[in-house]
């Protein structure tokens, strides 16, 4: 069983950034874990927002995030990163880690198998 722990979302303006970690423990060996960011907004669904393979090598980004959030893993602290600049209102939801079945990098919630609690991240106007 693998468990994800988010931290690091908060309130902030426009324009500000944070920087979201997702620890994980348990289940197999994190650094063969392909690993993800999703969000949702209330009354929206859940969408993917950055992917991250195991070794790192390989990334990818939903289109309106690219050039301004950053995802990367520290294998050896078996945690994932989303470093989130120019955040603008509608980047406002819940942000979720997950762990992700099999071995291609993909961006479909069904693929992952093991959610975190989530952490909400607020930007204002």
């Known amino acids: 069983q693998v468990q994800l722990v988010e931290s690091g979302g908060g309130l902030v303006q426009t324009g500000d950034s944070l920087r979201l970690s997702c620890a994980a423990s348990?289940?197999?060996?994190?650094?063969?874990?392909?690993m993800g960011w999703f969000r949702q907004a209330p009354g929206k669904e859940r969408e993917f927002v950055a992917g991250?393979?195991?070794?790192?090598?390989?990334?990818d980004y939903l289109s309106s995030v690219k050039g301004r959030f950053t995802i990367a893993r520290d294998n050896a602290k078996n945690t994932v990163y989303l470093q989130m600049n120019s955040l603008k209102p509608e980047d406002t939801a819940v942000y979720y880690c997950?762990?992700?079945?099999?071995?291609?990098?993909?961006?479909?919630?069904?693929?992952?198998?093991?959610w975190g609690q989530g952490t909400q991240v607020t930007v204002s106007s």
């Open positions: 991250i393979s195991g070794s790192g090598g390989r990334t």
């Open positions: 997950a762990s992700q079945r099999g071995i291609l990098l993909t961006t479909t919630p069904e693929s992952y198998a093991y």
């Open positions: 348990g289940g197999r060996t994190f650094s063969i874990t392909n």
